[in-house]
């Protein structure tokens, strides 16, 4: 034969040398073997090897986290099958442990197995068969461990045999099987007396509650099937079956779903299956290693060959805590498609702890919303159509029970801040929660508000108009912080400003000005019009005119009711005129003017410049304290300290 192939050599290959074909023809067995193709099956069946084996027990049906750091299986233990839970560390699966809780659920005749472990591993779904009574259960992952079985009850139990389920990634569809009462249909199978099995599934339904459960149709049930798994990518299904065609005992076969909901031929997994008992298979969301049971004795690893491996997939996992309490709570987790806005999955983040696990099928793109009642809202986009490779995504999410509300109250008019009373009562309700005053210096009042609730917000403060803001947070809240600023409108009064001449009374043609004495504000208005002033505050008067008139000042003040008008009378500039000046004091038994009087000396030196023939006669006085000689020199004194300010200001 060799020499054969070398002939064969020759003629396809002209360039080798008489010299070479020779040497082959006396050493054929140098010729190089030719490698197996990396993809084939003979390749990854060399891959199997015991992945957790104790001589001692037997290790059966595991199943895995969907990120593949934690399996869950069942084994024999000291009377009966119970479950033990193992975690990875450093490449190697750690020292099982028992699950005590779920096995001291059962007694002395009780089997409990066939587990499935939620992908985000805050489930763990298994049959117990006690009795010849086979049910399914199911136990949520706490802080000390799993919590005390529940069974799941009808509809998916039943009176007869229900067992080994496998919960999809997003939580919505359960696998188990149940009895297969008529048989096989192939007749060689029919003829052996044995206990068949057939593949169905339930969804559940909006309201949580599980649906009526549906025999999954041919070419899936065909004669006596056992174990269904579904892939992280819910649309993967390995299950095990004796039917014809195998390689012996229970082989392991594969489905897809298309797009249509329809299931495809299942295809025998060659590369692993032998002629013994090969099944119960688990694989992680990465989707390149299976985990199955080997001759119903140990648990095997395997690499999958690329073209059976399930569709690409990404896991988006972490924590979900109170942002305050820092501890882990449930939330829902809604994931729609970004294109259409079609819900993907739901979900809920483990109530202990906060962790979820939630597995997306690459080539799309998703939205996320993390939510739950009272709490705030979280939102989150994934683009994961360009990835080409299974990735795990760390997304640690914080919800608020509480926001914080900076209320920043200020003058309508002039912008600054002010002192104003702020009440909050929840929509519907009389009561206040919440009764304070701004801060004297900033205006602003801080304050925590539980959500879900609705508002009403009341600023005021004297001689200002009320403020109600409705402020909504029972709906979607994202943001923490919130800043309301109020501009309170400030109530006015309509005062009148009548100017008149001292003699006849006739209207006088003049200006006013208004100094606020509340706060910098100044108004120039006409003389003989009305005039819009702040309520509450006090308003120093000065009017003067370019008739002819000297000027005169008043003061009109808000503070304890309405003024309705003034009258100021302005006396003509003639000879011998006296001019009466306001507000013009001396420190007791001094020549030294108090600083009030500057004001009205200021006044007069205006009048004095506006009219250069004006000539000012100066009269002081005191009181009659002391002698009369002593107060003759002090209201001289006082009367010259009159012109002091006068001449520094030329």
């Known amino acids: ?249 229970y082989d392991m076969y594969q489905s897809k779903l298309n797009d249509l909901g329809e299931w495809g031929m299942p295809e025998s997994l060659a590369f692993v299956n032998t002629d013994k008992d090969d099944q119960l298979p688990c694989i992680s969301a990465e989707g390149d290693l299976m985990y199955y049971t080997y001759n119903n004795n140990d648990i095997y690893s395997v690499v999958i060959p690329p073209k059976l491996r399930q569709f690409m997939n990404n896991i988006v996992q972490g924590f979900i805590t109170d942002e305050d309490s820092k501890k882990g709570i449930g939330a829902e987790i809604v994931v729609t498609d970004a294109f259409t806005s079609e819900v993907v999955l739901r979900t809920e983040s483990n109530s202990d702890d906060g962790r979820y696990t939630v597995v997306l099928p690459v080539g799309r793109s998703f939205n996320f919303e993390f939510r739950k009642p009272d709490y705030s809202s979280y939102t989150y986009a994934f683009d994961i159509r360009s990835k080409k490779k299974y990735e795990e995504i760390n997304l640690n999410v914080k919800l608020f029970k509480t926001v914080h509300l900076s209320i920043n109250v200020n003058d309508h008019e002039f912008f600054e801040p002010m002192v104003a009373e702020v009440t909050i009562q929840e929509k519907g309700q009389d009561n206040f929660i919440i009764d304070k005053k701004t801060n004297a210096l900033t205006g602003r009042l801080s304050v925590d508000l539980p959500l879900g609730k609705e508002y009403l917000i009341v600023v005021k403060a004297p001689y200002f108009k009320r403020e109600a803001i409705p402020f909504n947070v029972s709906s979607l809240v994202i943001y923490r912080e919130f800043d309301k600023f109020v501009e309170l409108v400030p109530e006015k009064v309509e005062v009148a400003l009548n100017v008149a001449d001292m003699v006849n009374n006739s209207k006088v043609k003049s200006k006013v000005l208004l100094k606020n004495k509340t706060r910098g504000e100044v108004i120039e208005v006409d003389g003989n019009q009305m005039v819009s002033l702040r309520a509450g505050d006090r308003y120093e008067v000065e009017v003067t005119s370019d008739q002819g008139y000297a000027f005169n000042s008043t003061a009109i003040d808000l503070t304890t009711g309405k003024v309705n008008s003034i009258d100021v009378k302005l006396m003509k500039l003639e000879l011998n005129a006296q001019l009466a000046l306001k507000d013009i004091n001396f420190e007791s038994n001094s020549d030294k003017l108090s600083d009030v009087s500057f004001i009205e000396l200021t006044r007069v030196i205006t009048l004095m410049k506006e009219n250069p023939t004006l000539k000012v006669e100066i009269d002081a006085h005191t009181d009659d304290i002391g002698s009369d000689n002593y107060n003759l020199i002090l209201s001289n004194k006082r009367a010259k300290s009159v012109t002091r300010p006068e001449k520094s200001l030329h």
């Open 1 to 249: 034969m060799r020499i054969f192939m070398t002939y064969r050599l020759l003629c396809l290959a002209l360039v080798l040398s008489w010299a070479s074909i020779l040497t082959a023809q006396v050493n054929p067995q140098i010729t190089p073997a030719v490698p197996a193709p990396i993809d084939s099956m003979v390749y990854y069946g060399n891959t199997k090897k015991p992945a957790i084996s104790d001589p001692n027990q037997i290790e059966y049906a595991p199943t895995i986290q969907g990120d593949g750091r934690v399996i869950i299986f069942e084994a024999q233990g000291k009377i009966s099958y119970q479950l033990f839970q193992t975690k990875i560390s450093e490449g190697k699966w750690q020292k099982p442990e028992s699950i005590t809780k779920i096995n001291e659920s059962g007694d002395s005749t009780s089997l409990i197995g066939g587990p499935s472990l939620s992908f985000d591993g805050n489930e763990l779904y298994f049959f117990k068969d006690a009795k010849g009574n086979s049910e399914i259960l199911f136990s949520t992952r706490q802080k000390d461990g799993w919590s005390q079985p529940e069974l799941i009850g009808a509809p998916i139990n039943s009176s007869g045999y229900e067992g080994f389920p496998s919960i999809s990634a997003d939580g919505s569809t359960l696998y188990f099987v149940r009895q297969n009462v008529e048989g096989p249909t192939s007749k060689e199978l029919k003829k052996e007396a044995q206990f068949c099995l057939s593949i169905y599934k339930s969804v559940r339904e909006k309201s949580g509650k599980w649906g009526t459960p549906e025999k999954l149709p041919r070419p899936i049930n065909q004669d006596c099937e056992k174990a269904p798994k579904i892939m992280a990518d819910g649309r993967t299904l390995i299950f095990s079956s004796n039917r014809p065609g195998g390689k012996g005992g």
